[in-house]
């Protein structure tokens, strides 16, 4: 018989494990969304039917895998972004005793409803507004969504240091970097580094990315993911959206963050020390150890996700990047010097060249060019951000710079 539910940080000796968390997944029906209920239903049949009780379940538009998602595994609420499909999530869900709602204020409704950890796992820079509800009201946040702390760094930072929330990194490479960290002191450490597989197109030549397809853009080697980050991938984007994530999650300088090419995608980061010690965290490339690391911190459950084996993984290798031919690396490393709000720029100009690129609209080398054609002809790339509505004005007239630029190239 369990015992009455009790807090996931209380001593639970005699039960060894209780899972009292209650869980928001913002953006279910996507790749982190769908293996996170993954995760949940593994410790439910593991723990007992009781853990990780789930509060509310967002998606943007896939009214029928919200409502068969929901009616598995049944949350106090179900809401979608678009509210053109709010009359089909209420029929789809009546008789269930599941309360439902549509828009973006209900997104970030969502978010901001008692439960103890967030999964944050959007799409874009869509998820900053709902990311601060969690901060706000000091969720423990699971942050898998990278491009709203690209977005508003600094704005975010100031809105967590006002906060007792606490982030824990989902995106694999900063779950590893939170993972290897055991410094007292920041200057203990010399350097942060970043794996990245390389992407599909990792030994292509410039000519034949130049033609490359969507369909070939978002065939990821080692993850299966959401067809923007597997877009990102591919042109290295995601490397430089992410070591400017790293920038600002672990107050690192940009001249002690790297990256390096691994394209076996086992040794997700690298912490190295002013003593010489590297601390590496290793795994199999799959979403759900970081993501169960995220829901369960500070504790340690089981997992469905693969166990590495490295007799089985045979070599490990690295590799410098070449900037030449992920010319959007380049570009995120340069903003990532600047500062300010050229990130901002840079995510926003990102996102919709990456939109145009898998709608056929332009080709791959193109998102590049778009990207940074935008940083060059938009205000506010100097300028530092006060407010989030600050960011969400600069985002804004950039993605209509942006897609004018694409327009043109079409
Ligand atoms: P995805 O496209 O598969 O899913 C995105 C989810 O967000 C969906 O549930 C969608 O309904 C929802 N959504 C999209 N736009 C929205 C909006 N405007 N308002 C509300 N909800 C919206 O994406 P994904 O691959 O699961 O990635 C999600 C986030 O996690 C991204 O920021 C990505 O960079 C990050 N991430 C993903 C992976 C991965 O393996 N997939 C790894 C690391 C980080
Ligand atoms: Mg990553």
Redesign the pocket.
């Known amino acids: 018989m369990r015992a009455a539910a009790r807090r996931w940080d209380e001593e639970t000796p005699e039960l060894g494990l209780v899972l009292a968390r209650t869980v928001t997944v913002l ?7 769908v293996s996170t209920l993954d995760v949940i239903r593994h410790a439910r049949a593991k723990y007992g039917a009781d853990a990780f009780r789930i509060e509310a379940l ?5 009214v029928d895998k919200l409502i068969e998602q929901a009616k598995a595994v049944r949350p106090k609420l179900a809401v979608i ?1 678009d509210e053109s499909k709010y009359d089909a999530l209420k029929a789809g869900l009546s008789g269930t005793g599941i309360e439902t709602a549509a828009g973006r204020k209900a ?1 970030i409704g969502a978010a901001s409803r008692p439960s103890d950890v967030v999964m944050v ?4 820079a ?2 900053l507004e709902p990311a601060l509800a969690a901060v706000a009201r000091d969720a423990i946040v699971a942050l ?4 709203c702390i690209v977005a508003a760094g600094t704005v975010f930072h100031r809105a967590l240091a006002a906060s007792k929330a606490k982030i824990v990194p ?3 490479e900063h779950n590893a970097v939170f993972q290897c960290l055991s410094a007292a002191d920041p200057e203990e450490i010399a350097k942060v580094t970043l794996t990245a597989s390389g992407g599909p197109f990792r030994t292509w030549s410039l000519d034949q990315m130049r033609a490359a397809t969507p369909a070939q853009a978002v065939a990821h080697p080692n ?1 299966s ?5 597997s877009v990102d991938s591919a042109t290295m984007m995601n490397k430089g959206l992410e070591l400017i994530e790293a920038h600002f999650l672990f107050a690192m300088p940009p001249a002690k963050l790297a990256a390096v090419i691994h394209p076996q995608s086992i040794v997700h980061a690298l912490v190295t020390y002013q003593d010489g010690t590297t601390l590496a965290h290793l795994s199999s490339p799959d ?1 759900r150890t970081p993501i169960v690391h995220a829901l369960a911190w500070p504790r340690r459950i089981s997992s469905p996700s693969k166990k590495l084996d490295l007799a089985t993984a045979g070599t490990l290798s690295f590799a410098a990047p070449d900037f030449e031919r992920f010319r959007c690396l380049k570009i995120a490393l340069d903003c990532l010097d600047q500062g300010c709000m050229s990130p901002t720029i840079l995510n926003a100009a990102n996102e919709i060249a990456v939109d145009n690129f898998l709608k056929g609209g332009i080709g791959f080398l193109d998102i590049a060019a778009v990207v940074e054609a935008t940083l060059a002809n938009s205000s506010g790339a100097n300028t530092e951000a006060e407010s989030v509505a600050e960011v969400l004005e600069t985002d804004a007239r950039a993605r209509e710079i942006a897609r004018g630029i694409c327009r043109r190239k079409a």
Do not use: H, L, P
């Open positions: 953006g279910s029906t996507g790749s982190i969304g967002t998606a943007n538009s896939n972004n997104v796992a959007i799409m874009g869509a998820a898998a969504n990278k491009e989902v995106d694999s993850w993911m959401g067809a923007k980050i979403m």
